[in-house]
């Protein structure tokens, strides 16, 4: 056995994945003789930055660019913020569009360069990084928009045609994004890894609500981003469901959000009088995003608007009941596990921020039909792991 003591610079395996040379990797005392040697692979390098809805579901990819290299070490580049929607035991590295993540990047060369993000910042960089072949999204001279693959026009075109994107297109995101990666698709969803700790909080916030045993759990994301806020369902709405679903059905029914929803949960657990606390309770909004993980894990169904929430519900294997107005319904895949509720408007999907028909399409929706569609999501067959 060669120790390190007598090891030569040229013998350190550098290619081994468990080989950093910041600190021992514990698996052996001599490189070159070392049995437990694995091979980083093919260099693997994914631009995608926001937004988190989206930055989830691109996870999908990860199956596939192993299945097509086995051996490989994948690299993500993400917004600052992400990185718990990316963290995944298929992701071996993660960095942030920052001074320190950009740095890390430089000089290096990649086997795969998949970029998937429209935003300038994504295109000038992978234009400047090297890498043997490169697909998605790429700069023109003028650092607007082109692909580097032919597998990627379908996905330009989508953003150059509302009547292509609204009407005509009938591929998922996934099957989209399998198409510029030209890789086959096999049906591959994507999941979340939820920190112990915060399930261990999360499991703590609820103990604290005191639910009742036994009762299926019934979670109501009442937000959206502030991007499309037309996404986002009414205040009404939600306390008629809320009411619905305990009163009638005696679920029990959790509020979902973050601080911009405080003020409404406030008001629909006022307007709910005596099953505030007593059939339907807030969670929080000030939850951090791996606790907000945790807590959706926690329900039986989630009810929700096109949305983070409706991902992460998605990624964790859960039923789950979406809205969907201004957005298109047919390019969210829930893998046999839900319902999609699609307004009846002429004028939808549009992806306007600001909607001046009213009723809007959000407005529209009824708590009798969001009802309907939960009860038959829940007796449905149970979720199961894909």
Known sequence: MTSFSE?????????????????????????????????????????????????????????????????????????????????????????TYSTRGLGALEGRRFHL??????????????????????????????????????????ALRLGLSDELKYRHNQL?????????????????????TVPREARELAAERLAALKLPAGKPVIGLNTGCGPVFETKQWTAEGYTELARRLARDHGFAVLLYGGPREAPMHAALLDALGPLAGNGVWDTG?????????????????????????????????????????????????????GERIVTDYKCSPCYLKRCDVRPSCMQALTAETVEAAVVRVLRAVPATSG
């Open 285 to 337: 909004t000030d939850n951090s995003l791996e606790t907000f993980f945790a807590l959706v894990d926690r329900v039986d169904v989630l009810v929700s608007a096109d949305t983070l929430a409706m991902h992460v519900a998605i990624a964790l294997r859960k039923k789950v009941v979406a809205f969907f107005g201004p957005t298109c319904e047919q390019e969210v895949d829930l893998f046999g596990r």
């Open 172 to 192: 998922t995101h996934p099957q989209i994004l399998y198409s510029m990666l030209e890789m086959k698709y096999q049906g591959d969803g994507y999941s979340l």
């Open 113 to 154: 360069l998949a970029c998937l993000d429209k935003d300038a910042e994504a295109l000038a960089l992978s234009r400047r990084i090297e890498s043997a072949r490169k697909v998605g999204y790429a700069p023109t001279d003028f650092n607007t928009l082109t692909v580097y693959n032919q597998g990627s026009v379908h």
């Open 7 to 95: 090891i030569r610079p040229e013998q350190i395996r550098s290619d081994c994945r468990f080989y950093t040379g910041y600190k021992p990797c514990h698996r052996h005392d001599g490189c070159p003789d070392c049995t437990e040697f694995q091979p980083r692979g093919r260099e693997v390098l994914i631009i995608k930055l926001g937004a988190m809805g989206d930055v989830l579901r691109t996870k999908c990819i990860l199956t596939g660019i192993k299945r097509q290299y086995p051996y490989s070490w994948i690299t993500w580049l993400t917004a600052p913020g992400s990185e718990p929607l990316v963290r995944d035991p298929l992701v071996d590295e993660i960095h």
